[in-house]
């Protein structure tokens, strides 16, 4: 099956940057990338997706970005705020299944 | 909004007990699943369902049962308890079809003793 790769398990940013979260996949066949947000104490909500037919998708302060050919994908969060501190999850969908990386705890320092 | 609720939050269970963590949403949503999250492993896929009755393996079902008696209820079973077992368990529905967003409940913590 499907296996994702979350590759910062930790990251630290100064309020007002920017922050990376990349993520590989491994089932050439995937086609729906989603980034879910974890809080503290709470269950993963949706945050943003992408579909294999587009490469760059953008929802306010948030972008993905998506490499086909390097099975490779990437959540950008600019103008980082302290709200953003959370766990982020990227996943791919497999078959009627999402598979989730192992989650980035991002802190947004002041 | 979309609701799943999850009961009980926390749960402390001896070794070799059966113990039943119920999830119940409000979505109508056809599709729902149990996950467990551990520290460095991210979200594990235990079972999921397609709706009443239906119940699939996810990518690590053993010393678990799930049932899906209703559209809205879906529970994960554990007949025998371990400590491998003590963990968060998360909840989620979504509705299949062309749309794949999952809407998690709270989560459960569970610590086997």
């Known amino acids: 099956g499907e296996k994702v790769e979350q590759h910062e398990s930790t990251l630290s940013v100064r309020e007002g940057d920017s922050a990376v979260i990349n993520c590989t996949y491994t089932d050439t066949a995937s086609s729906y990338f989603p980034w879910y947000k974890q809080e503290a104490g709470k269950g993963l909500h949706f945050v943003i997706d992408i579909r294999s037919n587009v490469d760059r998708k953008q929802s306010q302060r948030l972008i993905v970005l998506l490499d086909k050919k390097a099975k490779r994908f990437s959540l950008h969060i600019t103008a980082t705020q302290p709200e953003d501190s959370a766990i982020y999850f990227c996943a791919a969908k497999g078959y009627n299944v999402l598979y989730f990386g192992s989650g980035t705890k991002l802190t947004v320092e002041p | 909004e979309a609701a799943v609720t999850q009961s009980p939050r926390n749960k402390v269970a001896v070794t070799g007990g059966k113990v039943t963590l119920s999830c119940n949403q409000t979505n109508n949503h056809n599709n729902m699943y149990w996950y467990r999250q551990d520290t460095g492993h991210g979200l594990r896929l235990i079972h999921y369902s397609y709706g009443a009755g239906s119940t699939e393996k996810g990518d690590i079902p053993d010393g678990y049962k799930a049932s899906r008696p209703s559209q809205e209820n879906f529970s994960l079973i554990l007949e025998l308890a371990t400590p491998s077992q003590t963990s968060v368990y998360f909840c989620?529905?979504?509705?299949?079809?062309?749309?794949?967003?999952?809407?998690f409940g709270p989560g459960t913590r569970l610590t086997v003793l």
């Open positions: 989620a529905s979504g509705s299949g079809g062309g749309s794949y967003e999952q809407y």
